[in-house]
Structures are given as structure tokens and as C-alpha cells.
């Protein structure tokens, strides 16, 4: 079978914009063809807004997730393969998933807590909520 991965990342993406919330992933940047702005990654890890207002042309293929997006400024087309997407939730209150189950995907490294906010920049937000976010396993 494929993966479920590219269905699931859309979905929660879907939920997460329906119920008024901005979703957020985590990247593993160590992924062979990851493309991400290499100052904002932390401890093999970018955490990264891919809501509307964030991002431009956003995509999320059966492949890969891409989008274009400024990080300091500095405008950068970012691709990355979808096995190195490690979780997807909302930002403002932790609900989503966490990805490791399939074959050949990374699994998370079990902080919980994102090491970088890059994607959202100027959108009147610059403040993280304050603790870990409670991602949760769907199945």
C-alpha cells in the first residue's frame, strides 16, 4: 500500500484551518532533500507554520510538501519530502499527530516541544505559547 502519510498530513492541515487554528509542523532536517533555511534549524529539527497567511503556494503531494515563505526577510522556496514531516498539530492548543509508525520514517525524538517557530513572521503573533505542546496519536 502507499503511504497514508500525504493523506493524513492534508487532513489534519484541513482540521486545523476548519477549527480556526494555525497548523504547524515538525521537520526532521536531516532527511535526504529536505530544503529549509538552515539558520533557523535546532537539533536536527525546524518547526514550521504552513497556514495561509504564512506561506505562499503551499502543496502537499503524495511526494512532498512545498511552499514559498520569507524567514528574516529573505524570501526561499522550501521543499520537503513528507517522510520527514514528524508531526503536524495546531499551535494554539497542541492537537494533532505525531508520524513515526510507517516503515522508513524518522521517528520523533520524544521531546514534544519544537525547537523553532520560523515560518510566522509579521503576522502580529511573535509570542510561543508558554509550556509543550500536547501532541496525541490518532489511530
Given amino acids: 500500500m502507499t503511504s497514508s502519510r500525504p493523506y493524513l498530513v492534508r487532513a489534519f492541515n484541513d482540521w486545523i484551518l476548519d477549527n480556526h487554528c494555525t497548523p504547524h509542523i515538525v521537520v526532521d532536517a ?3 532533500g529536505v530544503q529549509v533555511p538552515a539558520d533557523h ?19 502537499i503531494g503524495d511526494e512532498a510538501l512545498e511552499f514559498s515563505a520569507r524567514f528574516g526577510g529573505v524570501p526561499m522556496q522550501v521543499y520537503i519530502p513528507l517522510q520527514a514531516v514528524m508531526a503536524i498539530y495546531a ?40 509550556g509543550r505542546p500536547s501532541l496525541k496519536v490518532v489511530k
Fill in 41 to 59: 534549524v535546532a537539533n536536527g529539527q525546524i518547526v514550521l507554520n504552513i497556514s495561509p497567511s504564512a506561506v505562499k503556494a503551499l502543496i
Fill in 30 to 32: 536531516s532527511i535526504q
Fill in 91 to 130: 499551535r494554539e492548543n497542541g492537537e494533532g499527530m505525531v508520524f513515526g509508525s510507517e516503515p522508513g520514517s524518522p521517528d520523533p525524538d520524544g521531546t514534544g516541544k519544537p525547537s523553532s517557530d520560523a515560518g510566522r513572521e509579521g503576522k502580529g503573533d511573535s509570542e510561543r505559547p508558554s
